[in-house]
């Protein structure tokens, strides 16, 4: 049972992890995108 309680803990914060660094991935692909309109506003 402690096993299980173990592993059930380690899953849940690999997941948790996970979904951390993909909200950072969206962010700073969000970023980007912001920084290359903002550019080709400015060239215009």
Do not use: E, F, V
């Not at 173990?6 to 980007?32: E, V, Y």
């Amino acid at each position: 049972m402690t096993r299980l309680i173990a592993l059930l803990l380690i899953a849940g914060t690999a997941a948790l992890a996970g979904c951390n660094t993909m909200a950072g991935a969206g962010q700073d692909i969000s970023k980007g995108g912001n920084a290359i309109t903002n550019s080709a506003d400015q060239a215009k």
